[in-house]
């Protein structure tokens, strides 16, 4: 894949100290769908910004197909942009909002008619392009703001937070829309937000971001189940953790050791020496409970609580002292004799215990 998008050793800081992004390096390929995911203050949203052309970097250049940007304005770097607060003008109509970018490019009178009949077309809102915003659900607006960005044909389109106003019903719909339309028209797309399961279902790639700084970049699936440090494996669905140190290396493992004493083997995942701590990470659907197969590990636990949720159970349970260590099974599964303060053996397959972040004494 060409790269499209290259973020070259890019750094901002707003008061001249404090650094919120920090060294980003960056490649978006063409036609991609990537998605910068994070908490509030990661760096995500001011690294988008800077790509829009509303921020500048204090170090560092982007390249747009490898030509520098840091000299165009906003509305000369062809890319369509979507806010979470829609930002569409109150006194124009749904046809004129499509229109606006159009005029600002000068284009003819027959090819804004044409163009903005097109969008409509596409994201399905011919028969309100006389309304005005006021008169639209929010679902509707998004669905403008989105045919807005669109309507000037750019190849790459840029949102921040598109869904975080809506529902989740209509969000789910409004996700699948946009997946829908990156295919279509063969977009290049960069998309902001801090909704974990929205990166998973849409994205190509993800990046997800801490402290200014990308932690792990890399496909839905090997975030889930592949996560490169603790804050990964926490941030990206539900994740279990348990301190031990780690007592010896045995191949692509690590022997570790519980405060109990209990010896569990973990897959390598970050360089660790014996008699360091070391933080265990597993998700909580890789454990059975009481059914231990041929060459798992096996650790003894307490039950806490059953978390019931229709379909499935979350049962919280204590391990060597830690508690609040969670077992995901379906409904059918929870045996009518557990009750919190049971003890039950709990097991899984040693791959599926990363040890990842080495943690000072």
């Known amino acids: 894949m060409q790269s499209y998008v290259s973020f070259k050793n890019i750094v901002k800081s707003y008061d001249g100290e404090k650094l919120v992004v920090k060294n980003l390096n960056l490649e978006v390929h063409e036609g991609e769908f990537l998605t910068m995911l994070g908490p509030s203050g990661s760096g995500k949203t001011t690294s988008l910004m800077m790509l829009a052309g509303f921020e500048t970097p204090t170090q560092g250049e982007i390249l747009l197909r490898g030509k520098p940007l840091h000299n165009l304005p906003p509305h000369q770097r062809d890319i369509g942009m979507v806010f979470q607060n829609y930002a569409l003008f109150p006194h124009m109509t749904v046809a004129e909002n499509l229109a606006f970018p159009l005029k600002i490019r000068r284009l003819s009178k027959a090819d804004i008619r ?207 002292g830690q508690g609040n260590f969670m077992v995901k099974m379906p409904a059918t599964q929870v045996q009518p004799g557990w009750k919190a303060g049971s003890e039950v053996m709990l097991s899984w397959q040693p791959q599926n215990l990363k040890a990842l972040d080495v943690v000072a004494h």
């Open 114 to 320: 044409a163009k903005v009949e097109r969008i409509l077309d596409i994201v399905k809102l011919k028969p309100l392009a006389d309304r005005y915003p006021a008169q639209m659900s929010g679902g509707q607006q998004q669905r403008v703001a989105l045919a807005r960005a669109l309507v000037f044909e750019p190849k790459l389109v840029l949102m921040d937070e598109p869904l975080g106003a809506l529902d989740k019903q209509l969000r789910e719909h409004m996700q699948m829309e946009i997946k829908q339309l990156h295919e279509m028209l063969n977009l290049t797309i960069v998309y902001v937000t801090h909704d974990q399961s929205e990166a998973m279902t849409m994205s190509d790639r993800v990046a997800v971001f801490n402290d200014g700084v990308i932690q792990q970049l890399d496909t839905p699936s090997k975030i889930y189940e592949q996560p490169t440090n603790s804050f990964v494996a926490q941030f990206i669905g539900e994740n279990n953790s348990l301190l031990a140190t780690n007592v010896k290396a045995e191949g692509d493992y690590y022997s570790t050791s519980l405060d109990d004493g209990t010896l569990l083997s973990s897959l390598k995942v970050r360089p660790s020496s014996p008699g360091k701590k070391i933080m265990l990470c597993i998700r909580p659907e890789h454990i059975s409970v009481n059914n231990p197969t041929v060459g798992c590990e096996k650790v003894s636990a307490r039950i806490q609580q059953f978390v019931y949720l229709g379909d499935h159970v979350r049962m919280l349970t204590e391990v060597a």
